[in-house]
């Protein structure tokens, strides 16, 4: 049973020493399902991720937070968001991520 003990030894030392995961965060918006009313340039029944950019700043990032964790109407147009089903922290990354969308395209397209 030695090489039991020591094959969870191994085991164990290789999850101390992985480093937290970076969360794809743009495959996680797509597996909260944002993409079914969210397209990243085109306006579905949302705004595109990248008008959403465009309109904020970084001081608007907890009321971006709300909006995805509370849902959101009246800022866009007739449709409503309903509260999506995402953690805070999970809300928190979707929302930096955005935000940084515009810097990315500005970067991408020489526009
Ligand atoms: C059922 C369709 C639907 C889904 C699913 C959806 N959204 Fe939305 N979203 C909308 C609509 C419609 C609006 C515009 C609401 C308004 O006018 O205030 C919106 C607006 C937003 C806004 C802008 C809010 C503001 O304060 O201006 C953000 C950010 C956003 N959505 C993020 C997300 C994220 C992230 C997800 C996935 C976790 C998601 N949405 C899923 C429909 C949806």
Request: aromatic share 6%; proline share 6%.
């Amino acid at each position: 049973m030695r090489w039991a003990l020591f094959l969870v030894l191994l085991l164990l030392g290789c999850q101390e020493k992985k480093e937290r995961p970076k969360v794809n965060v743009k495959e996680l918006v797509g597996i909260r399902g944002c993409p079914y009313c969210h397209d990243m340039r085109r306006p579905l029944l949302g705004p595109s991720f990248l008008d959403i950019s465009k309109r904020y700043g970084p001081e608007d990032l907890e009321r971006i937070k709300e909006s995805i964790l509370k849902g959101s109407r009246g800022r866009w147009g007739e449709v409503a968001m309903p509260p999506q089903k995402v953690t805070e922290e999970e809300a928190e990354l979707i929302a930096e991520w955005i935000l940084e969308l515009k810097k990315q395209e500005r970067r991408g397209s020489g526009r």
